[in-house]
Protein backbone atom coordinates (compact mmCIF):
# COMPACT_ATOMS: atom_id res chain seq x y z
CA UNK A 1 0.00 0.00 0.00
CA UNK A 2 2.82 2.22 1.20
CA UNK A 3 4.51 1.53 -2.25
CA UNK A 4 1.35 2.27 -4.13
CA UNK A 5 0.76 5.93 -2.32
CA UNK A 6 4.40 6.92 -3.20
CA UNK A 7 4.11 5.95 -7.34
CA UNK A 8 0.84 8.21 -6.60
CA UNK A 9 2.58 11.15 -5.51
CA UNK A 10 5.53 10.97 -7.64
CA UNK A 11 3.20 10.69 -10.86
CA UNK A 12 1.48 13.44 -9.27
CA UNK A 13 4.77 15.47 -8.72
CA UNK A 14 5.66 14.23 -12.10
CA UNK A 15 2.53 15.99 -13.64
CA UNK A 16 2.78 19.34 -11.94
CA UNK A 17 5.96 19.37 -12.95
CA UNK A 18 4.94 18.96 -16.68
CA UNK A 19 2.67 21.47 -16.40
CA UNK A 20 4.86 24.08 -15.23
CA UNK A 21 7.11 22.61 -17.99
CA UNK A 22 5.14 23.06 -21.01
CA UNK A 23 3.45 26.35 -20.21
CA UNK A 24 3.02 28.31 -23.21
CA UNK A 25 5.33 32.10 -23.01
CA UNK A 26 2.62 34.96 -23.32
CA UNK A 27 2.14 36.66 -26.58
CA UNK A 28 3.48 40.08 -26.95
CA UNK A 29 1.06 41.38 -29.77
CA UNK A 30 -1.99 40.27 -28.26
CA UNK A 31 -4.24 41.34 -25.76
CA UNK A 32 -5.57 38.69 -23.04
CA UNK A 33 -8.45 38.79 -20.64
CA UNK A 34 -8.27 38.26 -16.74
CA UNK A 35 -8.16 34.38 -17.60
CA UNK A 36 -5.43 34.46 -20.23
CA UNK A 37 -7.30 34.42 -23.24
CA UNK A 38 -7.23 36.52 -26.00
CA UNK A 39 -9.43 38.96 -25.53
CA UNK A 40 -12.92 39.46 -27.35
CA UNK A 41 -12.67 43.24 -26.09
CA UNK A 42 -10.49 44.30 -28.36
CA UNK A 43 -10.91 44.58 -31.96
CA UNK A 44 -8.59 44.64 -34.76
CA UNK A 45 -5.35 44.28 -32.08
CA UNK A 46 -2.16 46.30 -33.44
CA UNK A 47 0.91 45.88 -30.90
CA UNK A 48 4.66 46.44 -31.88
CA UNK A 49 7.82 47.64 -30.91
CA UNK A 50 6.21 51.39 -28.95
CA UNK A 51 2.92 50.99 -30.02
CA UNK A 52 -0.41 49.16 -28.93
CA UNK A 53 -4.28 50.00 -31.18
CA UNK A 54 -7.62 48.13 -31.06
CA UNK A 55 -10.64 49.43 -32.76
CA UNK A 56 -12.71 48.87 -31.34
CA UNK A 57 -12.53 48.69 -27.44
CA UNK A 58 -15.57 47.21 -25.42
CA UNK A 59 -16.20 49.88 -22.41
CA UNK A 60 -15.49 48.45 -18.95
CA UNK A 61 -13.09 46.42 -20.53
CA UNK A 62 -9.67 45.52 -18.64
CA UNK A 63 -6.48 44.38 -20.96
CA UNK A 64 -3.20 42.83 -20.53
CA UNK A 65 -0.32 43.50 -22.61
CA UNK A 66 2.50 41.20 -22.08
CA UNK A 67 6.02 43.38 -21.83
CA UNK A 68 7.49 39.95 -23.05
CA UNK A 69 7.07 36.10 -22.93
CA UNK A 70 8.60 35.47 -19.26
CA UNK A 71 10.24 37.73 -16.32
CA UNK A 72 14.33 36.63 -17.29
CA UNK A 73 13.31 37.83 -21.42
CA UNK A 74 16.05 40.59 -22.50
CA UNK A 75 14.76 43.10 -24.46
CA UNK A 76 16.70 44.75 -27.00
CA UNK A 77 16.68 48.63 -28.31
CA UNK A 78 13.28 49.84 -26.62
CA UNK A 79 13.50 53.16 -27.54
CA UNK A 80 16.75 55.14 -26.21
CA UNK A 81 17.08 51.80 -23.66
CA UNK A 82 19.99 49.37 -25.28
CA UNK A 83 19.30 46.44 -23.61
CA UNK A 84 16.92 45.41 -20.51
CA UNK A 85 15.29 42.07 -18.92
CA UNK A 86 11.20 42.76 -18.78
CA UNK A 87 11.99 41.94 -15.00
CA UNK A 88 14.12 45.21 -14.68
CA UNK A 89 11.55 47.05 -16.91
CA UNK A 90 8.46 46.39 -14.49
CA UNK A 91 11.28 47.19 -11.44
CA UNK A 92 9.88 50.40 -10.18
CA UNK A 93 13.22 51.26 -8.36
CA UNK A 94 15.25 51.05 -11.60
CA UNK A 95 12.43 52.46 -13.95
CA UNK A 96 9.53 55.21 -13.52
CA UNK A 97 6.82 54.85 -14.70
CA UNK A 98 4.18 57.23 -15.64
CA UNK A 99 1.11 58.24 -18.40
CA UNK A 100 0.41 61.09 -19.95
CA UNK A 101 -3.05 60.67 -21.45
CA UNK A 102 -4.18 62.94 -24.47
CA UNK A 103 -7.13 62.26 -26.61
CA UNK A 104 -10.10 60.90 -24.04
CA UNK A 105 -8.35 60.96 -20.72
CA UNK A 106 -11.72 60.23 -18.85
CA UNK A 107 -12.45 56.73 -20.93
CA UNK A 108 -9.40 55.40 -18.94
CA UNK A 109 -9.48 54.02 -15.74
CA UNK A 110 -6.12 53.67 -15.09
CA UNK A 111 -2.96 51.92 -16.77
CA UNK A 112 -0.58 49.99 -14.23
CA UNK A 113 2.02 47.06 -14.82
CA UNK A 114 1.70 44.07 -12.76
CA UNK A 115 4.89 42.19 -12.48
CA UNK A 116 5.92 38.62 -12.37
CA UNK A 117 2.29 37.38 -12.94
CA UNK A 118 0.76 34.30 -14.10
CA UNK A 119 -2.01 35.18 -16.66
CA UNK A 120 -3.77 31.73 -16.79
CA UNK A 121 -1.67 29.33 -17.71
CA UNK A 122 0.88 31.18 -19.51
CA UNK A 123 4.40 31.64 -18.05
CA UNK A 124 5.05 34.28 -15.26
CA UNK A 125 5.69 37.55 -16.69
CA UNK A 126 5.14 41.17 -16.89
CA UNK A 127 2.23 43.01 -18.29
CA UNK A 128 0.85 46.18 -19.04
CA UNK A 129 -3.25 46.43 -17.56
CA UNK A 130 -5.44 48.88 -18.83
CA UNK A 131 -9.07 49.32 -17.53
CA UNK A 132 -11.72 51.10 -19.67
CA UNK A 133 -14.23 53.23 -17.97
CA UNK A 134 -18.08 52.40 -19.07
CA UNK A 135 -19.46 54.52 -21.02
CA UNK A 136 -23.52 54.73 -21.94
CA UNK A 137 -23.77 56.30 -25.50
CA UNK A 138 -24.08 55.19 -29.24
CA UNK A 139 -20.55 57.12 -30.24
CA UNK A 140 -16.89 56.51 -30.74
CA UNK A 141 -14.31 58.13 -28.67
CA UNK A 142 -10.53 57.89 -29.02
CA UNK A 143 -8.30 57.52 -26.34
CA UNK A 144 -4.94 58.41 -26.76
CA UNK A 145 -1.61 59.19 -25.12
CA UNK A 146 1.67 57.69 -23.94
CA UNK A 147 3.14 55.35 -21.48
CA UNK A 148 6.84 55.77 -20.14
CA UNK A 149 9.21 53.87 -18.99
CA UNK A 150 12.11 56.40 -17.62
CA UNK A 151 15.79 54.94 -15.94
CA UNK A 152 16.08 55.98 -12.61
CA UNK A 153 19.75 55.10 -12.52
CA UNK A 154 22.75 53.71 -15.24
CA UNK A 155 23.13 50.22 -15.77
CA UNK A 156 26.65 49.24 -17.08
CA UNK A 157 27.22 46.20 -18.40
CA UNK A 158 27.98 43.09 -15.59
CA UNK A 159 26.92 46.11 -13.11
CA UNK A 160 24.69 46.64 -10.98
CA UNK A 161 22.30 49.52 -11.30
CA UNK A 162 23.78 52.12 -10.39
CA UNK A 163 26.74 50.96 -8.76
CA UNK A 164 30.12 49.42 -9.81
CA UNK A 165 29.59 46.48 -7.99
CA UNK A 166 30.00 43.29 -10.50
CA UNK A 167 27.13 41.24 -11.16
CA UNK A 168 26.37 37.82 -12.92
CA UNK A 169 23.47 35.98 -14.40
CA UNK A 170 20.19 37.02 -15.88
CA UNK A 171 20.31 40.42 -16.74
CA UNK A 172 24.06 40.98 -15.76
CA UNK A 173 24.56 41.95 -19.48
CA UNK A 174 21.74 44.93 -19.76
CA UNK A 175 22.76 48.45 -20.48
CA UNK A 176 21.09 51.64 -20.28
CA UNK A 177 21.87 55.00 -19.53
CA UNK A 178 20.14 57.44 -16.69
CA UNK A 179 17.03 59.11 -17.72
CA UNK A 180 16.69 57.23 -21.27
CA UNK A 181 12.96 56.54 -22.01
CA UNK A 182 11.22 53.73 -23.17
CA UNK A 183 7.50 55.51 -24.71
CA UNK A 184 4.79 53.41 -25.99
CA UNK A 185 2.20 55.19 -27.60
CA UNK A 186 -1.25 53.66 -26.87
CA UNK A 187 -4.05 54.50 -30.13
CA UNK A 188 -7.97 53.47 -28.56
CA UNK A 189 -11.28 53.67 -30.36
CA UNK A 190 -14.13 52.69 -27.58
CA UNK A 191 -17.35 51.90 -28.85
CA UNK A 192 -20.26 49.77 -27.57
CA UNK A 193 -21.38 46.66 -29.73
CA UNK A 194 -24.13 47.68 -32.45
CA UNK A 195 -27.14 45.55 -32.56
CA UNK A 196 -29.65 45.67 -35.28
CA UNK A 197 -32.73 44.49 -36.17
CA UNK A 198 -34.01 40.90 -35.04
CA UNK A 199 -30.85 41.33 -33.23
CA UNK A 200 -30.72 39.19 -29.72
CA UNK A 201 -27.52 39.88 -27.57
CA UNK A 202 -26.50 38.42 -24.28
CA UNK A 203 -27.78 39.61 -21.12
CA UNK A 204 -25.23 42.08 -19.74
CA UNK A 205 -23.68 43.38 -23.37
CA UNK A 206 -22.60 46.52 -23.70
CA UNK A 207 -24.57 47.06 -27.06
CA UNK A 208 -26.16 49.86 -28.68
CA UNK A 209 -29.53 49.59 -31.23
CA UNK A 210 -29.66 51.02 -34.22
CA UNK A 211 -33.02 50.07 -35.45
CA UNK A 212 -33.93 50.16 -39.41
CA UNK A 213 -35.70 53.28 -40.58
CA UNK A 214 -39.73 53.29 -41.14
CA UNK A 215 -39.92 49.48 -40.28
CA UNK A 216 -40.79 47.15 -36.98
CA UNK A 217 -38.08 46.72 -35.61
CA UNK A 218 -37.71 44.29 -32.40
CA UNK A 219 -34.56 43.24 -29.84
CA UNK A 220 -34.42 39.90 -27.79
CA UNK A 221 -32.10 40.01 -24.98
CA UNK A 222 -30.73 36.49 -23.60
CA UNK A 223 -33.00 33.46 -23.57
CA UNK A 224 -35.98 35.31 -24.25
CA UNK A 225 -35.55 37.61 -20.86
CA UNK A 226 -36.83 40.36 -22.50
CA UNK A 227 -37.71 41.60 -25.50
CA UNK A 228 -38.91 45.05 -27.38
CA UNK A 229 -40.65 45.94 -30.31
CA UNK A 230 -41.43 48.92 -32.16
CA UNK A 231 -42.49 50.84 -35.10
CA UNK A 232 -39.75 53.46 -36.20
CA UNK A 233 -40.28 56.05 -38.89
CA UNK A 234 -37.36 57.96 -40.99
CA UNK A 235 -36.15 59.80 -37.86
CA UNK A 236 -35.22 56.64 -36.30
CA UNK A 237 -32.13 57.23 -33.71
CA UNK A 238 -29.62 54.73 -32.09
CA UNK A 239 -30.07 54.09 -28.40
CA UNK A 240 -27.95 52.28 -25.47
CA UNK A 241 -29.83 48.98 -24.96
CA UNK A 242 -27.39 47.17 -22.31
CA UNK A 243 -29.67 45.37 -20.32
CA UNK A 244 -28.24 43.75 -16.52
CA UNK A 245 -30.15 41.44 -14.55
CA UNK A 246 -27.36 41.68 -11.26
CA UNK A 247 -29.13 40.87 -8.10
CA UNK A 248 -29.81 44.71 -6.10
CA UNK A 249 -28.55 43.32 -2.79
CA UNK A 250 -30.19 47.22 -1.32
CA UNK A 251 -33.36 46.09 -3.03
CA UNK A 252 -33.36 42.57 -1.86
CA UNK A 253 -32.69 43.87 2.14
CA UNK A 254 -35.01 46.54 2.36
CA UNK A 255 -37.58 45.20 0.13
CA UNK A 256 -37.24 41.22 -0.27
CA UNK A 257 -35.83 39.82 2.72
CA UNK A 258 -38.80 41.10 5.17
CA UNK A 259 -41.46 39.05 3.42
CA UNK A 260 -39.18 36.13 1.98
CA UNK A 261 -39.90 37.22 -1.34
CA UNK A 262 -38.21 35.81 -4.34
CA UNK A 263 -37.28 39.06 -6.80
CA UNK A 264 -36.00 39.33 -10.59
CA UNK A 265 -34.27 42.00 -12.33
CA UNK A 266 -34.49 43.55 -15.55
CA UNK A 267 -32.33 46.85 -15.48
CA UNK A 268 -32.23 48.80 -18.77
CA UNK A 269 -29.38 50.82 -17.97
CA UNK A 270 -29.42 54.57 -18.58
CA UNK A 271 -33.33 54.25 -19.31
CA UNK A 272 -33.23 55.06 -22.88
CA UNK A 273 -36.05 56.42 -25.09
CA UNK A 274 -37.00 54.59 -27.51
CA UNK A 275 -37.73 56.05 -30.85
CA UNK A 276 -40.81 54.89 -31.77
CA UNK A 277 -43.71 56.80 -33.97
CA UNK A 278 -46.00 55.50 -30.92
CA UNK A 279 -45.44 53.67 -27.84
CA UNK A 280 -42.99 50.23 -28.12
CA UNK A 281 -43.86 47.22 -26.30
CA UNK A 282 -41.84 45.96 -23.41
CA UNK A 283 -41.92 42.27 -22.24
CA UNK A 284 -40.30 41.49 -19.36
CA UNK A 285 -39.79 37.56 -19.94
CA UNK A 286 -40.33 34.56 -17.79
CA UNK A 287 -36.81 35.00 -15.75
CA UNK A 288 -36.60 30.83 -14.00
CA UNK A 289 -37.12 27.58 -16.25
CA UNK A 290 -39.79 25.13 -16.22
CA UNK A 291 -37.28 22.83 -14.56
CA UNK A 292 -36.79 24.75 -11.66
CA UNK A 293 -37.25 23.53 -8.39
CA UNK A 294 -39.79 26.53 -7.76
CA UNK A 295 -41.82 28.09 -10.25
CA UNK A 296 -43.96 30.75 -8.87
CA UNK A 297 -47.26 31.41 -11.17
CA UNK A 298 -47.00 34.31 -13.24
CA UNK A 299 -50.18 35.76 -13.05
CA UNK A 300 -49.32 35.92 -9.48
CA UNK A 301 -46.74 38.00 -9.65
CA UNK A 302 -46.01 41.46 -8.91
CA UNK A 303 -44.43 43.85 -10.83
CA UNK A 304 -41.96 47.24 -9.47
CA UNK A 305 -40.32 49.98 -10.87
CA UNK A 306 -37.17 51.36 -9.22
CA UNK A 307 -36.86 55.48 -9.02
CA UNK A 308 -33.66 57.09 -9.35
CA UNK A 309 -33.47 57.33 -5.53
CA UNK A 310 -33.61 53.86 -5.18
CA UNK A 311 -38.10 53.56 -3.95
CA UNK A 312 -40.05 50.96 -5.52
CA UNK A 313 -43.73 51.76 -7.55
CA UNK A 314 -46.22 49.16 -7.78
CA UNK A 315 -46.74 48.74 -11.43
CA UNK A 316 -48.10 45.89 -11.84
CA UNK A 317 -51.69 46.91 -13.56
CA UNK A 318 -49.61 48.23 -16.18
CA UNK A 319 -48.37 45.05 -17.39
CA UNK A 320 -50.72 42.14 -19.02
CA UNK A 321 -48.69 38.51 -18.75
CA UNK A 322 -49.22 36.84 -21.90
CA UNK A 323 -47.71 33.62 -23.22
CA UNK A 324 -48.40 33.71 -27.02
CA UNK A 325 -49.86 37.27 -27.61
CA UNK A 326 -45.69 38.95 -27.99
CA UNK A 327 -42.15 37.65 -29.18
CA UNK A 328 -41.98 36.18 -25.94
CA UNK A 329 -43.66 35.01 -22.88
CA UNK A 330 -43.84 37.60 -19.81
CA UNK A 331 -44.91 40.93 -18.70
CA UNK A 332 -46.02 43.25 -21.56
CA UNK A 333 -46.26 47.29 -21.23
CA UNK A 334 -46.02 50.25 -23.80
CA UNK A 335 -44.08 52.57 -22.84
CA UNK A 336 -41.85 55.45 -24.55
CA UNK A 337 -38.57 54.89 -22.10
CA UNK A 338 -37.18 51.54 -20.70
CA UNK A 339 -36.57 51.79 -16.42
CA UNK A 340 -35.32 49.10 -13.92
CA UNK A 341 -37.73 46.92 -13.14
CA UNK A 342 -38.36 44.32 -10.69
CA UNK A 343 -40.83 40.63 -10.68
CA UNK A 344 -41.78 39.50 -7.20
CA UNK A 345 -43.45 36.44 -6.15
CA UNK A 346 -44.52 37.66 -3.41
CA UNK A 347 -46.66 41.54 -2.60
CA UNK A 348 -43.94 43.67 -1.31
CA UNK A 349 -44.09 46.64 1.41
CA UNK A 350 -43.15 49.50 -0.85
CA UNK A 351 -45.26 52.59 1.19
CA UNK A 352 -43.07 55.15 2.16
CA UNK A 353 -42.84 56.18 5.68
CA UNK A 354 -43.89 60.02 5.93
CA UNK A 355 -41.29 61.96 8.30
CA UNK A 356 -42.33 62.99 11.61
CA UNK A 357 -42.95 66.33 12.50
CA UNK A 358 -42.52 67.82 16.24
CA UNK A 359 -44.90 70.18 17.12
CA UNK A 360 -43.22 73.51 18.42
CA UNK A 361 -42.77 73.43 22.16
CA UNK A 362 -45.21 75.95 24.46
CA UNK A 363 -43.24 78.47 25.39
CA UNK A 364 -44.92 80.18 28.51
CA UNK A 365 -44.94 84.26 28.80
CA UNK A 366 -44.01 85.55 32.11
CA UNK A 367 -46.52 87.35 34.16
CA UNK A 368 -46.56 89.34 37.06
CA UNK A 369 -49.97 87.69 38.30
CA UNK A 370 -51.43 91.14 38.73
CA UNK A 371 -49.11 92.77 40.81
CA UNK A 372 -47.29 96.15 39.25
CA UNK A 373 -43.74 95.97 38.69
CA UNK A 374 -42.28 98.95 40.64
CA UNK A 375 -40.35 102.19 39.40
CA UNK A 376 -36.90 102.19 40.92
CA UNK A 377 -36.23 105.15 38.54
CA UNK A 378 -33.40 103.34 36.86
CA UNK A 379 -35.49 102.76 33.25
CA UNK A 380 -35.98 106.90 33.03
CA UNK A 381 -31.90 107.14 33.93
CA UNK A 382 -31.51 104.58 30.76
CA UNK A 383 -33.72 107.05 28.97
CA UNK A 384 -31.83 109.52 29.69
CA UNK A 385 -28.82 107.73 28.60
CA UNK A 386 -29.70 107.15 25.26
CA UNK A 387 -31.33 110.60 24.09
CA UNK A 388 -27.93 112.12 25.28
CA UNK A 389 -26.09 109.13 23.35
CA UNK A 390 -28.49 110.40 20.25
CA UNK A 391 -27.06 113.87 20.70
CA UNK A 392 -23.69 112.78 20.37
CA UNK A 393 -23.64 110.80 17.65
CA UNK A 394 -25.50 113.78 16.09
CA UNK A 395 -23.26 116.46 16.56
CA UNK A 396 -20.60 114.21 15.61
CA UNK A 397 -22.26 113.42 12.24
CA UNK A 398 -22.74 117.64 11.71
CA UNK A 399 -18.95 118.08 12.27
CA UNK A 400 -17.90 115.49 9.59
CA UNK A 401 -20.25 116.62 7.63
CA UNK A 402 -18.70 120.10 7.51
CA UNK A 403 -15.10 118.63 7.17
CA UNK A 404 -15.93 116.30 4.15
CA UNK A 405 -17.76 119.83 2.13
Not at 51 to 60: H, M, N, R, S, T
Request: proline share 4%; net charge negative; charged share 30%.
Amino acid sequence: MKKVLSLVLALACVLSLSVVAFADEAATNVFYNSDGEVSKDAGNPDIGDGYIKADPVIPKSTLYVALGGKMNQSLSNLGEIEKVTVEQLADKDLFKFSIDKDDGAKLIKSISVKSDYRLGDLTRTAYLVIEFNDVLDTDEHKASGDIEFKARKTKVANQQPGSDKAMTGVGADSVWEKDEVFTISYNFWVSNDKVTNDGNPDIGDRVYFDPDKNDTNTIIWGDDRAALKFESDDDARKFYARLSTSNMSDIYAEYGDPVDADLWFYDFVGHPTVPATSKATLTLGIPWDDDDDYTPDPENCFIYEVDADGYLTDVTSKFTYSEDDEEIPGWSIRTRQLGTYIVSDTELDVAVDEPETSEPADVETPTNNGKDIPNTGSSDMVNVALVAAVVSLAAAGAVAFRKVK
